[in-house]
């Protein structure tokens, strides 16, 4: 044992059993500024822990922070050194207001369009959804905050999210949504949060061989296991399974005053009622909320199951002993964190490069970038603000935020004229749905004219309509429409317009009827407070276009989950039936043409590769930039897997390598291929790779090869 453990296990040794109990629930936060919170222990010199939401930026209500782009936004950078870095900046942030533990990231695996919640996760793919993960972990930790990415594992969609039993095989498991958290594990996570769903019939937060024979003994992960926010199903079968910390550990009204929130519940429940017993009217997310009462598991409930024997009393000192060990780790415990000083204007320009990095080209017929002195009409129901993020734990107040409108007429050289043209879409507030609060009239609704948006549009030299959905967690996407009349709007305008610039704002893909009739179409995901400052440098070719689609975007009916039994499910139960098929492999394996593949993104400069390579693991190929200005690639790299008799997707990503390279120049870029790129996982046998000829791919998307090289396993 370390010295470090030896302190520890000392600690634990000197420990009350109500003290211990004390360590492993949460309690009421005196501050009033923290999402969880676990008391100290004064006699014994044991801080206080503190927990802070934070997907998207440090979350604490009244206070404001960065609010940066959503996950999915950074996903489609294709450049973990931008999530170590955003990772970093939430960090240094949540340190700065007296937070010890940030609950992010999320990391979920993209399985259906439909999530609530996918613009908190990366990707549809493992290995970029893991590089991510494991860079977040990295930067997180790197300035002093325990990480916790979540929800381990398996929480694929929203609706009945707290009941639904997500059936799945272990392949599945293996090779689709466990991946990102081993990669979490091994880049050193301090914590880890069980999902509110159940995976084969059993509760994440009571799943032993998971929990406990997966992450804790197979990737030795020692730090700690706490619930969701109202997660923790039971005393007995929680504890024996692995979880160690309960969370928030108090009823909802006591998580009701100035820093009231959660990770997923402030107050409300699957019953339609607030916390405080009165009627509420919950909307779309009344039914994935978890049962309110799940609080006090590990309190006195917890010492009876010990006295009982229904525990053994070495499971609680393990407990114990984890919290400990991560504050130790973290400088918590020896009371040596330094609140550090915060560069807004720094983590203000980050978030440009994400916001910008981030967005995706998906098409451009010329219409893009724009003259600086072109005439612009600028028209969408919300570009009078601007985009931050869907609702839920990911809710952040901006320290200041930059409007669609503010950020392209800062820009331009030529008039821009603006016009909402249809009524504004709401941006649901998932707390005030739990408080019971309606939403007011919203300001300027009368100047909503959808004929002077047209005719504005006609005037201009160009038009440039910003759409948009709305998604909260709690509450999966009915379809992926954009709601409202926003396609009766792009129609009308690309019709008027001398030229169509299309800026979609979304959690994931949306569909696009009307994509054939505009001149350009750009994916921005949810931008955060930057939304105007990072459109109008994409517009205007101050920043090329640098993202790559995370998710395949496709009509709803074509993605693999589209039967009930698959997708919400039945009698809650969500059948995995297409198994490791997810995303591009699906549609590779249905021989199906997406509307864009995964992978794929547009520049503003052009590029040509050489001949591929694979020397010691690692692909390489020279890529030259023939146009004349500066550009940013995405080289991806997959493998197509010989033919076994085993059936294997297609192909798969196996690596990839985000480059700027500079007009008329070549770079030589290197992708490492690990051994588990060529793996497939045989429930009977683990890990395998199969003997033959493996062919590596690499290209501009999952559709688009450009060069290929066979290698030998």
Known sequence: MTRDGDAVAGLVESLTRAEKLDLVRGAVDPEGTATGYVPGVERLGIPELRLVDGPLGVRIPGESATAF???????????????????????????????????????????????????????????????????????????????????????????????????????????????????????????????????????????????????????????????????????????????????????????????????????????????????????????????????????????????????????????????????????????????????????????????????VLLENDG???????????????????????????SETTPREATSTAAGVRDRAAGSVTVERGVPRIESPSFFELLAGEEGGEEAGEEDVDFDDAVDAAAAADVAVVVVRDSTTEAADREDLRLPGEQDELVEAVAAAAEQTIVAVRSSGPVELPWREEVDAILETWYPGQVDGEALARVLYGDADPGGRLPVTVAPEGEYPATEPRQYPGVDDRAHYDEGVFVGYRHFDAADAAPTYPFGHGESYAAFEYGDATVEDGVARVDVENVADRAGREVVQAYVRPPETGVERPERELAGFAAVEVEAGDSKTVEIELSEMAFARYDEDAGWTVDEGTYEIEIGRSSRDVRSRVDVRR
């Open 367 to 393: 219409g893009l970038p724009l003259s600086d002195d072109a005439d612009v009409a600028l028209i969408g129901p919300n570009v009078d603000e601007a985009t931050l993020g869907g609702g839920g734990s």
């Open 69 to 359: 782009p959503a996950p999915i936004a950074a996903g489609a950078t294709f450049d973990p050194e931008l999530a170590r870095r955003k990772g970093a900046a939430m960090a240094r942030e949540a340190r700065a207001k007296n937070q010890d533990v940030l609950l992010a990231p999320g990391l979920n695996l993209i399985r259906v369009p439909n999530c609530g919640r996918n613009f908190e996760y990366y990707a549809e793919d493992p290995e970029l959804t893991g590089a991510m993960a494991a860079a977040a972990v990295d930067g997180i930790q790197s300035d002093g905050v325990v990480a916790t990415p979540k929800h381990f594992v398996a929480n694929s969609q929203e609706t009945g999210r707290a009941r639904v039993s997500a059936e799945v095989s272990e392949r599945a498991l293996r090779e689709l949504y466990l991946p990102g958290f081993r990669a979490a594990v091994e880049a050193g996570a301090g914590a880890v949060m069980t999902a509110y769903n159940r995976v084969n019939g059993t509760y994440m937060s009571e799943h032993r061989r998971l929990v406990t024979e997966v992450l804790k003994e197979e990737w030795e992960f020692d730090g700690v296991v706490m619930s969701d926010w109202y997660g923790t199903e039971s005393t007995v079968d929680a504890a024996t399974a692995g979880l160690d910390l309960e969370m928030p550990g108090i009823p909802q009204q006591e998580m009701a005053g100035p820093g009231g929130g959660g990770d997923d519940v402030e107050s409300g429940g699957g019953d339609g009622e607030s916390g405080g017993g009165d009627a509420v009217d919950l909307g779309p997310i009344a039914d994935g909320l978890p049962d309110p009462e799940n609080y006090d598991r590990f309190g006195a409930a917890l010492g009876d199951a010990i006295d009982a024997g229904e525990v053994p009393a070495e499971r609680l000192d393990d407990m114990v002993a984890r919290i400990l060990g991560q504050m130790k780790r973290f400088g918590v415990l020896d009371g040596e964190r330094e609140a550090p000083t915060v560069d807004a204007e720094a983590h203000d320009s980050l978030a440009t490069e994400i916001a910008t990095r981030g967005t």
